[in-house]
């Protein structure tokens, strides 16, 4: 007997269900469309992952062919939320969404700023520390910088600029010597590297001449030349002119010289370009010329050097007193005495310069003479200089024309401080303002260069020459700058 039929049991369980007609149409229709849309051709399809692909808002070419395209009433929001579309994988890859940075690069930290100009007794330490700095620094710029051992040769009157990071460490160094050079020193890792900055000036010929009233010295004030032009004037002729003792009045000068100019500012004086000094009648001429060397020198304006083998002054001109007499009073003793030589009056401490090249043969003190330096030159001559306040040669040294043997004092028989300056020839005394003129001179210009010397210097000369002349009418206008 077979147990009662249950049709409850599995009921429905393979039965697959039925849905309507026209649901089924539809979902065949939007799947047909679907394979037909993901197999049609593009230029894209095979595109590499790491190039960007704009997609356009405009229809493309590649539109899917009518007849697998989507009735527009099938469409429907319902439909389409069961289906998600890769972009990924209609492209053939995943393209990266465009990064757009929002973030900016952050300003440098500003640096803090300390300028010191350097005095008299500052080292390099010295500044560090006035800059809130250790030696240890000094020494990580002055050893991993070759260029910074300069710094140790700092001069007062230089500036020194420190540039220090929010953390007080020092990042930049400034060494600034004057206005037209500097040296900065930048931190490059954990040591420091050197950068040079030259400024190259504007150069402006100026043009000016006096009339001596009582010295070169005043003259040259009054028409608005400094100090050092002065002298520089006096040394290119202090071969031929003693300008304390041989100067008289109504002796003149005009001089062709250059100052320099930046940003539209005079920053100083440059060189001698030409130069005319006319004493007791007697008119001398220089020019300066500058050889392939780079070398400069003065000359006539025929090539001869105006170096000769001595100075006339071995101090500066402008103190100076007493004359070549050998039957002068003697100051102290009352007594006519020789007084073979000439004093130059200065103050204690003038630099004193040997008045030309050549050996030491006596340097020491004596009663009468006080400190003394007793220079051999070549032609049997000896000159000596007395009454050295200190002496800076020493017996048997070599020395230079001009270079400093000493400095003016008063010691020995001396009523105050000066120089006693003598020049012996063959072992008599002789005048040194007169001998020296009978002395050979320095070497002339080669013929060789001949030609490049006067295609260098006679445009100079020739416009100082065409001013002197036109300003012989107009002597107080004696300051005008050539265009």
């Known amino acids: 007997m077979q147990p009662p039929e249950n049709k409850d049991t599995n009921a429905g369980t393979n039965k697959v269900p039925s849905f309507p007609r026209g649901h089924l149409i539809i979902a065949a229709a939007l799947s ?34 009518a007849s697998l395209a989507i009735p527009a009433e099938q469409n429907a929001p319902a439909t389409m939320d069961a289906v998600e579309i890769s972009v990924a994988d209609t492209f053939g890859g995943p393209t990266p969404e465009p990064q757009v940075s929002t973030a900016q690069a952050e300003p440098a930290p500003a640096l803090e700023q300390k300028s010191f100009t350097v005095r008299s007794g500052d080292s390099l330490s010295t500044l560090f520390k006035r800059a809130g700095l250790s030696d240890r620094e000094v020494y990580t710029l002055t050893h991993t910088c070759d260029e910074a051992k300069s710094l140790t040769r700092i001069m007062p009157g230089h500036e020194v600029v420190f540039y220090l990071n929010p953390e007080g460490e020092l990042e930049k160094l400034s060494h600034i010597p004057d206005r037209l050079n500097s040296t900065h020193f930048e931190k490059d890792g954990d040591g420091f590297k050197a950068v040079q900055e030259i400024k190259e000036p504007e150069l402006r010929p100026v043009y000016k001449e006096a009339v001596i009233a009582s010295s070169l010295y005043m003259a040259g004030q009054s028409v608005g030349i400094d100090d050092a032009m002065i ?34 500012e005079k920053i100083g004086n440059g060189a001698i370009l030409a130069a005319e000094f006319t004493n007791q009648g007697h008119k001398f001429k220089a020019v300066r010329y500058t050889h392939a060397n780079g070398e400069s020198h003065y000359y006539t304006p025929d090539g001869d050097s105006m170096r000769k083998a001595f100075l006339l002054a071995p101090v500066d001109f402008r103190r100076i007193s007493g004359n070549f007499n050998p039957k002068r009073l ?154």
């Open 330 to 483: 003697h100051p102290i003793f009352k007594t006519v005495r020789p007084h073979r030589g000439t004093d130059y009056a200065a103050d204690t401490g003038t630099p004193v310069w040997a008045s030309g090249d050549g050996k030491v043969i006596a340097a020491g003190y004596t009663k009468p003479n006080g400190n003394y330096v007793f220079i051999q030159h070549g032609n049997n001559i000896v000159t000596k200089y007395i009454h050295l306040n200190k002496r800076k040669v020493k017996t048997g040294q070599r020395v230079k024309q001009k270079q400093v043997i000493g400095t003016v004092g008063s010691t020995g028989y001396a009523t105050g401080p000066h120089l006693h300056y003598e020049f012996l020839l063959d072992g008599v005394h002789r005048n040194p303002r007169t001998i020296v003129q009978k002395l050979p001179k320095a070497k002339s210009i080669a013929g060789a260069e001949k030609q490049d010397f006067l295609a260098q210097t006679k445009p100079w000369v020739a416009q100082l020459q065409r001013h002197t002349s036109a300003s012989q009418l107009a002597m107080g206008d004696t300051d005008r700058t050539i265009n």
């Open 231 to 264: 002298m520089e004037l006096a040394n290119i002729f202090g071969w031929d002119v003693d300008f304390a003792l041989d100067i008289r009045k109504g002796d003149h000068f005009s001089v062709l010289y250059e100052e320099k100019y930046l940003d539209g």
């Open 32 to 65: 047909f469309g679907l394979i037909g849309w993901a197999a049609m051709p593009s230029e894209t399809t095979n595109a590499p992952n790491s190039q960007t692909i704009k997609l356009d808002a405009q229809p493309q070419e590649n539109t899917p062919p």
